[in-house]
């Protein structure tokens, strides 16, 4: 710190907070001001005992979206990584089409076809505005906190640039939650007004868009070029209960399709506006629209933007439709309901236990979350969800019929296929067959008396996913997790750091001193200006074993020595038929000097980790053909005599396919270059329950047989699969 202050003659760059925000206030870059909307019921009102929200203004906090486009548009952090045209991909091999990032979506292509059509747009980049809001509560225990913010993104930056966090997710207002006391909440008048005051306050914050949607306006862009620009409105994110309330859609319909509402999967034409419009010119009477259709009289605010249809626009959600939905609300929940119909309150609950213990038994593995207690806790979140995913299959089979376990096993295909970063045509059909398995293997909940229908809105918008990805690029893009993200940092760390005092107009400055900060920093590193670090590193020591005979004996393998002279023999002598094992000690080169060790005999000074791994034992063969799976003992290094060369090593055990195991420990020492990936695996629990006092880190010494986690993350997906 001393040596920092130096730089500055020894006082520091700001006096204090206060002097520093003058400094940020005083920041023109990113800077986007805040300004209100206030909006009133103006319809009739009763002639006495009115209700109180008749009377009331609901604000609307909003920055200009067009400004905001224009920061994202020239941000140079984004070069090489924003398309400018919409393009089609196909693979050179096969000549199929490929989708990835939302410009590479046949919608995108279709929209820059109707620009170029028009001789005064014509040559025009099309810059789709990507919206999403989703309510988020801050505080459960300190009163009603709950705020409405409504972010917007471009649909010409790369997936992986939004999914990174890297500012290219900006909220542009918080849109006003209105409430009112118990026996006006109910009404349809009340509920109508909120519905307009929605659909009001969108169209009021994207009025300064309209004019470039039908005349171009010239912008500056990543790469420093000036483009002339056409916006369109693009898809918008949001979970079930927002898509009704966007769609204008009646609960438990569909928002993309006019299926029926009491059998959803039977299909249905695609809702469409024209279609919606038609049915209010012929006059049909709102009870027929209702109960026939499930449209609602409100109309929404894509129709005050040209070429705006809410029912095409509406993407998919792969959080809150498959994850949290299908997966946790449904099959997870509907497990429960089976075993205590089928075994009773009692026996029911036993068995849960124990799938809760063989949950918490899970070995770890890096990015897998741990459930020390299972499943039973009260607030779920999305990443609660998605760690359930990886470690469930196992935890149920033997307690539950096989044609559940192959209804999840469908379920978690279609989601990871869905998740893939690129889609292939061979990706589409693969997610077909897997719906239609999950389609089939669902039924075991009906015949079992578990569930008397599968008419869920949720499930059945995995019959869309294919026509989406198509229309917009890979589902991971658009997601809402994305935006649950953002919520931290635009919303939930900002009320932390208010006085908790008119908390929404301090988030206001913070969200647009984090803006200014952000983009200062981008104009820094293009200047040159934060070349080099700051940071000083402290590296803990620790006492390896230096020599063979030692780690042999820190790791318990008395014949290390033998496994260091087979693998020297395979390294010097590749070609060489012989199976080192066969070839006599004396014979092997030697190595009895020192050793460079890596391992981790304590992890969190509670247990001795040793992961898990693929490795590559044949790189032709495609997928798990060409690898086997091993545990790492430890990690070393060391430097052969004979030709100078180092060599990082592993000491594994090796797993065998059940079929193979003869029950004999199978120790080798590898090249570190031959690991593929990490692996990870979950015992074979069986029908019997495990004793309560298994711990997570004794998962891998005291069950025998293992399934390979293919669902641990998306590399072991593809491996697997």
Not at 348 to 365: K, L, T, Y
Not at 483 to 503: F, G, T, Y
Not at 662 to 670: A, E, F, Q, S, W
Not at 694 to 712: E, G, L, M, P, W
């Amino acid at each position: 710190m001393a040596a920092q202050l130096l730089e500055h003659n020894g006082s520091p760059p700001f006096v204090d907070h206060k002097d520093l925000h003058r400094v940020i206030d005083a920041t023109q870059l990113g800077n986007v001001p805040w300004q209100c909307l206030s909006v009133q019921y103006t319809g009739e009102h009763p002639e006495h005992d009115t209700p109180p929200w008749m009377d009331e203004e609901y604000e609307v906090w909003y920055r200009d979206p067009r400004l905001m486009v224009h920061n994202m548009l020239a941000n140079p952090m984004y070069k090489g990584e924003i398309n400018f045209v919409p393009f089609r991909e196909y693979d050179a091999s096969d000549n199929t089409c490929r989708w990835k990032d939302f410009m590479s979506g046949d919608w995108a292509w279709q929209q820059a076809d109707e620009i170029s059509k028009d001789p005064s747009t014509h040559g025009s980049m099309f810059v789709p505005i990507i919206l999403g809001s989703d309510k988020t509560t801050v505080s459960v225990g300190i009163g009603n906190n709950e705020y409405y913010p409504l972010y917007a993104l471009i649909g010409n930056v790369h997936n992986n640039v939004r999914c990174a966090h890297r500012d290219a997710l900006v909220v542009i207002g918080f849109l006003s939650i209105p409430k009112t006391v118990r026996e006006h909440a109910k009404t349809e008048v009340f509920r109508i007004f909120r519905r307009q005051l929605f659909h009001h306050s969108l169209s009021a914050i994207l009025t300064s868009l309209k004019p470039a949607m039908t005349k171009y306006e010239v912008l500056h862009c990543a790469d420093s070029h000036f483009r002339c620009a056409i916006y369109r409105l693009g898809p918008y994110i949001a979970d079930y209960e927002e898509q009704l309330v966007l769609s204008c859609t009646v609960k438990n319909w569909c928002a993309k399709c006019l299926a029926i509402q009491t059998d959803l999967d039977s299909g249905g034409l695609y809702r469409s506006r024209e279609h919606t419009d038609l049915l209010i010119h012929e006059n049909v009477d709102l009870d027929t629209m209702w109960h026939e259709y499930g449209i609602m009289s409100v109309l929404p605010f894509t129709n005050d933007f040209p070429r705006a249809d809410i029912h095409q626009l509406l993407s998919f959600d792969l959080l809150h439709q498959l994850i949290k939905g299908a997966f946790k609300d449904h099959l997870v929940d509907w497990v429960v309901e089976y075993l205590r119909l089928m075994h009773g309150t009692k026996r029911g609950e036993e068995i849960m236990s124990d799938i809760d213990r063989r949950i918490a038994a899970v070995a770890p593995f890096t990015g897998l979350r741990r459930f020390p207690d299972g499943r039973g806790f009260k607030q779920w979140t999305g990443d609660d969800s998605k760690a359930l995913m990886k470690v469930f299959i196992p935890a149920i089979e033997g307690h539950v019929p096989q044609d559940m376990v192959r209804a999840f096993c469908a379920l978690l295909e279609f989601c990871y296929i869905a998740r893939r970063n690129i889609i292939t045509e061979a990706s589409l059909n693969q997610l077909q067959d897997a719906l239609t398995w999950f389609h089939h293997y669902r039924q075991i909940f009906k015949t079992t008396g578990t569930k008397p229908h599968f008419s869920y809105p949720r499930q059945h918008s995995m019959t869309h996913y294919a026509d989406m990805i198509r229309l917009f690029g890979a589902p991971n893009g658009l997601c809402l997790s994305i935006m649950e993200l953002k919520h931290i940092k635009a919303v939930k760390d900002p009320w932390q750091w208010s006085n908790r005092n008119n908390a929404l107009g301090q988030m206001l400055l913070t969200n647009q001193h984090l803006d200014k900060l952000a983009a200062s920093c981008v104009d820094f590193a293009a200047r040159g200006m934060l070349v080099g670090s700051v940071y000083s590193r402290a590296v803990a020591k620790r006492l390896w074993a230096r020599t063979v005979a030692a780690l042999a004996k820190e790791v318990d393998v008395p014949r290390l020595q033998c496994l260091i002279h087979y693998f020297l023999f395979s390294q010097l002598f590749p070609h060489n038929p012989r199976n080192p094992e066969d070839v006599p000690t004396a014979s092997c080169p030697r190595h009895n000097g020192s050793l460079y060790i890596h391992a981790c005999p304590l992890w969190r000074n509670v247990y001795p980790r040793n992961d898990c791994v693929f490795v590559n034992i044949n790189s032709n063969l495609e997928g798990m053909k060409g690898l086997e799976v091993a545990r790492v003992k430890c990690f070393f290094s060391f430097i052969f005599t004979g030709n100078w060369v180092t060599y990082p090593c592993a000491l594994v055990h090796w797993f065998d396919k059940v079929d193979d195991y003869d029950g004999t420990p199978n120790l080798t020492v590898i090249h570190i270059d031959t690991v593929y990936c990490a692996a990870h695996l979950i015992p074979v629990y069986g029908p019997d329950f495990i004793p309560s006092d298994v711990k997570y880190f004794h998962s891998y010494d005291i069950f025998r047989s293992f399934y390979v986690n293919k669902y641990a993350d998306h590399h072991a997906f593809e491996i697997v699969s």
